[in-house]
Antibody, heavy 120, light 107 residues
Framework: QVQLVQSGAEVKKPGSSVKVSCKASGGTFSSYTISWVRQAPGQGLEWMGRIIPILGIANYAQKFQGRVTITADKSTSTAYMELSSLRSEDTAVYYC?????????????WGQGTLVTVSS | VIWMTQSPSLLSASTGDRVTISCRMSQGISSYLAWYQQKPGKAPELLIYAASTLQSGVPSRFSGSGSGTDFTLTISCLQSEDFATYYCQQYYSFPRTFGQGTKVEIK
């Protein structure tokens, strides 16, 4: 059974950066595709980007290009999402998630979510 | 970017009702569409992928249909545990995009 366990809640100042981790267990990490999706309070879901650990290749939504970096450490089966130049609008729950094997792009496993609060 | 219009945004229904949620794309996506259910404070859960394929473990009262630009999620007989918010998502192209969500509430 695949499990994705994320790091804990963060409170950050505007202009700073945050790095959220996502440790995977079950399955073969290198063969996953890991996506990051965020959800602002009371709002919908927003896809930020993804990484294929075995290739080390990441794709990002244009909206976050230049501010987000997604990486993966195959040795520890951990993916990371770093978001810089934080502003209040970045306050959200950030989820890591794994793409479905039969339907890459659909997401079949999700982390528990990490609340990032940006406040002065 | 593929834009998605999901409707309605709010649906009031009773246990036992048949409900349908619509998702319309700004361009064709073949069948590269997924549906998710999300309950408050929880991560979304995959219900359907490839527009109509039921994810393992999902009750058969959930079904999906459509291709191209118009898609539908149907719950044939609403149960108490189905009151939640539902999202469609396209995975035809990058960036992946989600619909705005449909909250199914108790009438």
């Amino acid at each position: 059974q695949v499990q994705l366990v994320q790091s804990g809640a963060e409170v950050k100042k505007p202009g700073s950066s945050v790095k959220v981790s996502c440790k995977a267990s079950g399955g073969t990490f290198s063969s996953y595709t890991i996506s990051w999706v965020r959800q602002a309070p009371g709002q919908g879901l927003e896809w930020m980007g993804r990484i294929i650990p075995i290739l080390g290749i990441a794709n990002y939504a244009q909206k976050f290009q230049g501010r987000v970096t997604i990486t993966a450490d195959k040795s520890t089966s951990t993916a990371y999402m770093e978001l810089s130049s934080l502003r209040s609008e970045d306050t959200a729950v950030y989820y890591c998630a794994r793409d479905s094997s039969p339907a890459p792009g659909a997401i079949d496993y999700w982390g528990q979510g990490t609340l990032v609060t940006v406040s002065s | 970017v593929i834009w998605m219009t999901q409707s309605p945004s709010l649906l009031s229904a009773s246990t036992g009702d048949r409900v349908t949620i619509s998702c319309r794309m700004s361009q064709g996506i073949s069948s590269y569409l997924a549906w998710y259910q999300q309950k408050p404070g929880k991560a979304p859960e995959l219900l359907i992928y490839a527009a109509s394929t039921l994810q393992s473990g999902v009750p058969s009262r959930f079904s999906g249909s459509g291709s191209g630009t118009d898609f539908t999620l149907t719950i044939s007989c609403l149960q108490s545990e189905d009151f939640a918010t539902y999202y469609c998502q396209q995975y035809y192209s990058f960036p992946r995009t989600f619909g705005q969500g449909t909250k199914v509430e108790i009438k």
